[in-house]
């Protein structure tokens, strides 16, 4: 049987409608990952349901949609790299319709290779605008003790009022960026992103192919069982693939997301880098800091990836083309 050949419109398309459903379903649960895993020594949350409903009580509802708008933004063309490259990998890597482990697992080093060129600058903005409030949580706790002056964070330079979060803007903190650290300052983080990326892509990318096979080999469908497989079935293997990856990362996570962090809350360690960043977590927080925010991370990754490979395979993007005609 030929193998279909990869439309790449489609494939685009497809992932960034299954980014933008997916990244609206679980945001909240990703702000409280980002939060948890900020906190080093003065615990404002204990745990990801206190920081959701203290989150709703001192910025409302729509804080826990805190830095969406980056995410939104940026989730489009980041899902449709990262999907659409993994299908183009395994197509080239395919011969006669079967693909090794070899393949699958190189054809999702690729994947999550050319997404960290989204990936980065996205996230790095993002975990300014979701450790926000956080920080203003905090503010309260140690302003009295603290002496007036001029904040030194790119993130937060007004005061905030007891009670209230500041307001930075993703347009701001780009601009700064720019100014002060040049493009190198969106892209602060690259090399932990791609440590944590690549890792989950060869661990998802596979694992989901097999999961999303299972009981289907016998169909005559080798090539293109992900495409056949019906959406309940690559809805669970999404999900299921998703949080075992998303676990198995969690502490490229936590390191990548402690560098990224621009303002540090007091007492809190800053970072020259991974090994320096490893170092003082384990010397501080010991081994189990290296887990923080992952039953987070497992409920965000989980049906984020479960919606978009559903979304995937249901073949949007070719019944969009095909409406344009």
């Given at each position: ?199 989950f892509s060869m661990i998802y990318f596979p694992l989901f192919a097999n ?115």
């Amino acid at each position: 049987m030929a193998e279909q050949k990869v439309s790449l419109p489609a494939k685009l398309i497809n992932g960034g409608v299954a980014g933008l459903v997916g990244v609206t379903c679980v945001f909240p649960i990703d702000l409280a990952k980002t939060r948890l895993q900020n906190q080093q020594g003065a615990r404002v949350y204990s745990g990801m349901l206190d920081c959701l409903a203290k989150t709703v009580r001192t910025e409302g509802y729509f804080g826990m949609y805190r830095g969406a708008a980056v995410n939104l933004t940026l989730v489009t063309p980041e899902k449709a790299i990262k999907l659409a490259a993994n299908d183009i990998f395994r197509q080239q890597l395919s011969y006669d319709g079967k693909l090794p482990l070899w393949g699958e697992i190189l054809a999702g080093c690729g994947a999550g290779t050319c997404q960290v060129v989204v990936t980065t600058p996205m996230e790095m903005l993002k975990i300014q605008l979701q450790d926000a409030g956080r920080l203003a949580a905090q503010r309260p706790v140690s302003a009295s003790a603290a002496a007036p002056g001029p904040a030194p964070s790119l993130v937060a330079p007004r005061v905030a009022q007891p009670g209230t979060a500041p307001r930075p803007s993703a347009t701001r903190i780009t601009l700064q960026l720019l100014k002060t650290r040049g493009l190198a300052g969106l892209y602060r983080g690259a090399g932990a992103t791609l440590l944590r990326d690549v890792p989950f892509s060869m661990i998802y990318f596979p694992l989901f192919a097999n999961l999303n096979a299972l009981g289907r080999s016998e169909q005559g469908c080798q090539g293109n069982v992900q495409e056949r497989a019906p959406f309940l079935q690559s809805f669970l293997a999404g999900c299921t693939a998703g949080s075992v990856a998303a676990v198995a990362v969690t502490p490229l996570d936590v390191i990548k997301t402690r560098l990224q962090t621009l303002q540090k809350g007091e007492g809190e360690d800053s970072y020259r880098g991974i090994a320096d960043c490893t170092r003082r977590i384990l010397k501080r927080e010991g081994p189990m800091a290296f887990l923080k925010g992952a039953t987070c991370r497992a409920l965000v990754i989980a049906p984020l990836f479960g919606i978009a490979q559903g979304v995937y395979f249901l073949g949007v993007g070719e019944q969009v083309l095909a409406l344009l005609g």
